[in-house]
Structure formats: C-alpha cells, structure tokens
C-alpha cells in the first residue's frame, strides 16, 4: 500500500514557476514509475510528465522545454519544475506511483493568472 502526498501548487502570474512534489509512504516493495497528469473541467485528463526508477524523464510537448521531472529514490520523492507558466497550465494535478498498482496523489491546485 502506497500513500502519495502532493504539495507546492498555489497561484502564480503567468511567466513565474512552481515546484511540485509528490512524497510516498506506506509498505511497499518498491516505486517504478513516476508521474503527474494534469486536468480541467470539460477536458480529458493529460499526461504532464513521468519519470522511470532509473531517471529516463519524458514530458508533454505542451511542456517540454519549460517542465522537468525529477526524483529522489531514497526519499521516495518525485519533483516536477514548473517554469514560464502560462494561462492554459491552470489545471489540478495529480502525481501517481506505480509499484503493485497505480497509486494517486490527491491533487493540487495550480493557477496562471494575473
């Protein structure tokens, strides 16, 4: 069993930068992937970005350039840089870990607006 706590969304102006982190806890044999998806009302959900165990990162082209995921085995943690956000970013996003199944975090608000 696996427990993944989100945190670091909030509000920022378009142009500025978030960090979001997506910590696991509980009994578990061991994290394969990592990942964010990201949702807006009236849209499908996207895949944001994933990380494998071994460090291979891929991200959205709707991101790519400006997002970049990384992780910490040993905290079990997984760390998404935000930069020059902009308006259409506005989303929930929620982290997922895979291990025996696919865990979720329970989601963080992140707004781009001025």
């Known amino acids: 069993q696996v427990q993944l706590v989100e945190s670091g969304g909030g509000l920022v102006q378009p142009g500025g930068s978030l960090r979001l982190s997506c910590a696991a806890s509980?009994?578990?044999?061991?994290?394969?992937?990592m990942g964010w998806y990201r949702q807006t009302p009236g849209k499908a959900r996207e895949l944001v970005a994933y990380?494998?165990?071994?460090?291979?990162?891929n991200a959205a082209v709707s991101v790519k350039g400006r997002f970049t995921i990384s992780r910490d085995n040993a905290k079990n943690t997984a760390y998404l840089q935000m930069n020059s956000l902009r308006p259409e970013d506005t989303a929930v996003y929620y982290c997922?870990?895979?291990?025996?199944?696919?865990?979720w975090g329970q989601g963080t608000q992140v707004t781009v607006s001025s």
């Open positions: 509980g009994s578990f044999f061991g994290i394969n992937d």
């Open positions: 997922y870990a895979d291990s025996d199944m696919r865990y």
């Open positions: 990380i494998t165990r071994g460090g291979n990162a």
